[in-house]
């Protein structure tokens, strides 16, 4: 009977032919992952408490990003702790202030269709955007995951979002999840995205992680996007999962808890106002909105893609003097691309500020956090009251071209202007 990709993932984790959605099932987890906040300072004194040892180290990676690097002794302190229970243990794939975890997983060739990952962080899912199934849990359910290499789940229905039509310049994988938070809201618990057609199909690798990241603000267990040839290319193993392309893809007849077909080339860029993912406008509607500080930084928002956005934007002109533009890039290897192609030195020409590469403000740590009263436009994926600072601060959510236009204008601004010039 026809199956839908993560149908056909769970029924192999939990060595099954077939599963039908609301079944519980206990999967065995191809790799688990969690960083410095959620992993060893929760999960190790649990398993000295249960005398228990990780089941399997080679299967576990393990990352330094929020709370890298330390600014106090209780941030040393976490740090500290995760670099010896990771020697301690023998875990291999440990990232130190190399970059965010999900951006590791990808850059690092961790990820491969087919696979069943847990980690331990809600943006877990933008691992999906490979063709594996990753959902986020809790330290308790990660600890389980430790000690056994398995976890129960209720196998999810799925939503299919289709999209066509060519994006405009100036709106990007950013604006559809934005404009999908409203759509779909983001109450779609035990549900899956699996997001398909011509518009996805064309994206790269970078933008389509993008779409499965946010799959959290959905509400989703997690995203997915069947594996196709620029899936291989992203993978520094591609070429030997080629023959796994065809056998992960949903049937064509496969059934879906609901269809949504959408068209791409419509949609103006989108502005998430405070405080939720889902109070989504289109930019023209943010009126005179001034802000003090413009962020570029997180998993999502602050790939080496996402940094040339804001180079086009920014090339030749100068951060209005009101305002602060602060930019975390996602890994080190981005930097060094950044660096190697002069778009970190448009960023800081037009007067950004560079900051350590991390989770950072995103996560409401390090440098970047807000005061009472100040309004900030960000290219992180949640705008949650108190999420990057003060509980009376308020942050809008937008693109990279986006940040950077409002950057310029010292109030939230389309960009749209200031891509047309650019050749």
Same mark, same amino acid.
């Given at each position: 009977?026809?199956? %839908?990709?993560?149908?056909?993932?769970?029924a @192999?984790?939990?060595?099954?032919?077939r599963?039908?959605?609301?079944?519980?099932?206990?999967?065995?987890?191809?790799?688990? /992952?969690?960083?410095?906040?959620?992993?060893?300072?929760?999960?190790?004194?649990?398993?000295?408490?249960?005398?228990?040892?990780?089941?399997?180290?080679?299967? #576990?990676?393990?990352?330094?990003?929020? $709370?890298?690097?330390?600014?106090?002794?209780?941030?040393?302190?976490?740090?500290?702790?995760? @670099?010896?229970?990771?020697?301690?243990?023998?875990?291999?794939? $440990?990232?130190? /202030?190399?970059? !965010?975890?999900?951006?590791?997983?990808?850059?690092?060739?961790?990820?491969?269709?087919?696979? $069943?990952?847990?980690?331990?962080?809600?943006?877990?899912?933008?691992?999906?955007?490979?063709?594996?199934?990753?959902?986020?849990?809790?330290?308790?359910?990660?600890?389980?995951? /430790?000690?056994?290499?398995? !976890?129960? %789940?209720?196998?999810?229905?799925?939503?299919?979002?289709?999209?066509?039509?060519q994006?405009?310049?100036?709106?990007?994988?950013?604006?559809?999840?934005?404009?999908?938070? =409203?759509?779909?809201?983001?109450? *779609?618990?035990?549900?899956?995205v699996?997001?398909?057609?011509?518009?996805?199909?064309?994206?790269?690798?970078?933008?389509?992680?993008?779409?499965?990241?946010?799959?959290?603000?959905?509400?989703?267990?997690?995203?997915?996007?069947?594996?196709?040839?620029?899936?291989?290319?992203?993978?520094?193993?591609?070429?030997?999962?080629a023959?796994?392309?065809?056998?992960?893809?949903?049937?064509?007849d496969?059934?879906?808890e609901?269809?949504?077909?959408?068209?791409?080339?419509?949609?103006?860029?989108?502005?998430?106002?405070?405080?939720?993912?889902?109070n989504?406008?289109?930019? %023209?509607?943010?009126?005179?909105?001034?802000?003090?500080?413009?962020?570029?930084?997180?998993?999502?928002?602050?790939?080496?893609?996402?940094?040339?956005?804001?180079? @086009?934007?920014l090339?030749?002109?100068?951060?209005?003097?009101a305002?602060?533009?602060?930019?975390?890039?996602?890994?080190?290897?981005? #930097? *060094?691309?950044?660096?190697?192609?002069?778009?970190?030195?448009?960023?800081?020409?037009a007067?950004?500020?560079?900051?350590?590469?991390?989770?950072?403000?995103?996560?409401?740590?390090?440098?970047?956090v807000?005061?009472?009263?100040?309004?900030?436009?960000?290219?992180?994926?949640?705008?949650?009251?108190?999420?990057?600072?003060? =509980?009376?601060?308020?942050?809008f959510?937008?693109?990279?071209?986006?940040v950077?236009?409002?950057?310029?204008?010292?109030r939230?601004?389309?960009?749209?202007?200031?891509?047309?010039?650019?050749?």
């Amino acid at each position: 009977m026809a199956s %839908t990709l993560v149908e056909k993932i769970i029924a @192999r984790a939990c060595g099954r032919d077939r599963v039908v959605p609301g079944e519980i099932v206990t999967c065995k987890v191809d790799l688990a /992952m969690f960083h410095d906040s959620s992993g060893p300072r929760r999960i190790a004194p649990r398993l000295k408490e249960l005398g228990a040892k990780v089941w399997d180290p080679s299967k #576990v990676v393990v990352a330094t990003d929020h $709370f890298v690097p330390a600014i106090d002794e209780a941030s040393a302190a976490i740090l500290k702790l995760t @670099r010896e229970w990771v020697r301690e243990v023998g875990i291999s794939s $440990f990232y130190d /202030m190399q970059g !965010i975890c999900h951006i590791m997983l990808a850059e690092r060739g961790h990820l491969a269709p087919g696979m $069943f990952c847990a980690g331990g962080d809600s943006h877990s899912t933008m691992a999906g955007a490979f063709g594996c199934y990753m959902a986020g849990f809790g330290s308790t359910e990660m600890t389980g995951i /430790m000690v056994t290499g398995e !976890i129960w %789940t209720r196998v999810p229905e799925t939503i299919l979002v289709h999209w066509s039509g060519q994006l405009a310049d100036g709106t990007t994988a950013k604006d559809l999840m934005l404009f999908l938070c =409203k759509y779909l809201g983001m109450e *779609n618990s035990f549900k899956v995205v699996e997001y398909a057609g011509p518009t996805v199909a064309a994206m790269s690798m970078s933008e389509r992680m993008v779409l499965t990241n946010m799959a959290a603000e959905l509400g989703a267990e997690t995203g997915i996007i069947a594996p196709d040839a620029i899936t291989l290319d992203a993978m520094p193993s591609g070429k030997r999962h080629a023959a796994m392309v065809d056998a992960w893809q949903s049937d064509s007849d496969a059934r879906y808890e609901v269809r949504h077909d959408l068209d791409a080339s419509t949609l103006p860029p989108q502005v998430a106002l405070p405080h939720a993912p889902d109070n989504t406008v289109a930019v %023209t509607d943010v009126k005179e909105q001034h802000i003090d500080q413009a962020y570029i930084g997180a998993c999502v928002g602050a790939k080496l893609s996402d940094l040339h956005m804001a180079a @086009r934007v920014l090339k030749g002109r100068k951060v209005a003097d009101a305002v602060r533009l602060l930019v975390a890039p996602a890994s080190r290897q981005t #930097v *060094n691309a950044a660096t190697a192609d002069g778009t970190l030195g448009t960023l800081l020409d037009a007067g950004a500020i560079l900051l350590p590469t991390g989770c950072g403000a995103c996560a409401g740590l390090g440098a970047g956090v807000l005061a009472a009263g100040e309004v900030c436009i960000s290219s992180t994926n949640r705008n949650f009251r108190g999420r990057m600072g003060h =509980k009376d601060a308020a942050v809008f959510l937008g693109s990279p071209f986006t940040v950077a236009a409002s950057a310029i204008e010292g109030r939230i601004a389309d960009p749209r202007p200031y891509l047309a010039s650019v050749t």
